[in-house]
């Protein structure tokens, strides 16, 4: 069975630009959850992501937004990128809601 | 709100001793879930265990086990015949009885494991 995919692996942007990361989650998984992890700052909840509908949102400026695919995979979208953005952003998925979460590798984005 | 507490930023270990790492939550639900998931330097979090609130006995996963006290807010994890494999970053985590789909992270704890 697949993992948790995600693409690029690495990613640098200049501040001002915009990002977009993505997530393939385990086949058969309906939920997709994103977290950022900053330096120092540990991992923080950004987005849930269930049957195609934003399900919850962390406490994140709308700079950071992203979608739910029918397929189940995910996009997560920055825009207007500051240097406090550079982290590593991890993608996760579950079935069903309440199962444990499958991390994948994690994006790691820099701005410069 | 919800905080979970990881007292240790970093623990070393003897390759095949034990070491128990800590963790410490905050939360006025009664029902809940709790997670500890390692992070190699490959990055990927990986699930080691799991705990329900409701469940009185500690879970166990083959080396690795969970002291869980409900009424003081600790759930650490124990370690035992420590591998060189097991040198990762630690997080404990706190997951909503409703459905939020949101964990709460620890600050992590690494763990070092000597030959």
């Known amino acids: 069975e697949a993992g948790v995919t995600q693409s690029p692996t690495h990613l640098i942007k200049t501040r001002g630009q915009q990002a977009t990361l993505r997530c393939s989650p385990i086949?058969?998984?309906?939920?997709v959850y994103w977290y950022q992890q900053a330096l120092g700052l540990g991992l923080q909840f950004l987005l849930w992501?269930?049957?195609?509908?934003?399900?919850n949102r962390g406490n994140f400026p709308p700079r950071f937004s992203g979608r739910q695919f029918p397929n189940y995979s995910s996009e997560l979208n920055v825009n207007a990128l500051e240097l406090e953005d550079s982290a590593l952003y991890l993608c996760a998925s579950s079935s069903p809601y309440n199962s444990p979460l499958h991390f994948g590798n994690g994006t790691r984005l820099t701005v410069t | 709100a919800q905080t979970v507490t990881q007292s240790q930023p970093e623990m070393s270990v003897q390759e095949a001793e034990t070491v128990t790492l800590s963790c410490t939550y905050d939360?006025?639900?009664?029902?809940?879930?709790l997670f500890w998931y390692k992070q190699p330097p490959s990055r990927q979090m990986i699930l080691v265990i799991r705990q329900e609130a409701y469940k009185q006995q500690n879970a166990t996963e083959n080396r690795f086990s969970v002291n869980f006290q409900k009424a003081a807010k600790s759930f650490s994890l124990k370690i035992s015949d420590s591998q060189l494999g097991d040198a990762a970053m630690y997080f404990c985590?706190?997951?909503?009885?409703?459905?939020?789909?949101?964990?709460?992270f620890g600050q992590g704890t690494t763990l070092q494991v000597k030959p």
């Open positions: 985590a706190y997951r909503f009885p409703s459905n939020t789909g949101k964990l709460i």
């Open positions: 086949s058969g998984h309906t939920s």
């Open positions: 939360t006025s639900e009664s029902d809940y879930y």
């Open positions: 992501y269930d049957e195609g509908e934003e399900r």
